[in-house]
């Protein structure tokens, strides 16, 4: 059973999973934010057994909401009324400028792993 972590954003959504142990966490894929999304995460949920999902909670530096915070929110309560799988929100500060700074072509599923590697190192 594997944990997803999900990096959102307006255009696009970042995945990255973690290893059947939750010790390592992988880029995994991006998905555009469209009509066919949550049909398309509940594919990637069944395909990998996935027993929990983790999305990036953007603060800004003073660890304050912003309007993104919101919207990421209320994207998570769609995507909870799609899914049978427990959501939890986890601080994704600076993911994104670590996943620029990596040069990697896939900087959403970057991000999204660097958010679940941070989250699973805290758990462990």
């Given at each position: 059973m594997k944990i997803l972590a999900i990096d959102y954003g307006k255009k696009w959504i970042?995945?990255?999973?973690?290893?059947d142990n939750n010790r390592l966490a992988f880029p995994y894929k991006t998905l555009e934010?469209?009509?066919?999304?949550?049909?398309?995460?509940?594919?990637?949920i069944k395909k990998?057994?996935?027993?929990?999902?983790v999305i990036g909670l953007?603060?800004?530096?003073?660890?304050?909401?912003?309007?993104?915070?919101t919207e990421t929110e209320n994207w998570a309560e769609k995507l909870a009324r799609q899914i049978n799988v427990p959501l939890e929100f986890y601080n994704e500060i600076f993911t994104t400028k670590?996943?620029?700074?990596?040069?990697?072509?896939?900087?959403?599923?970057?991000?999204?792993?660097?958010?679940?590697?941070?989250?699973?190192?805290k758990k462990s």
């Open positions: 970042g995945l990255a999973i973690s290893d934010n469209n009509e066919k999304l949550f049909s398309e995460l509940n594919g990637v990998e057994e996935i027993y929990k999902i953007p603060l800004n530096k003073q660890m304050k909401p912003t309007p993104q915070t670590e996943a620029e700074k990596s040069g990697a072509k896939n900087q959403h599923a970057v991000a999204a792993a660097i958010l679940l590697q941070s989250y699973l190192d």
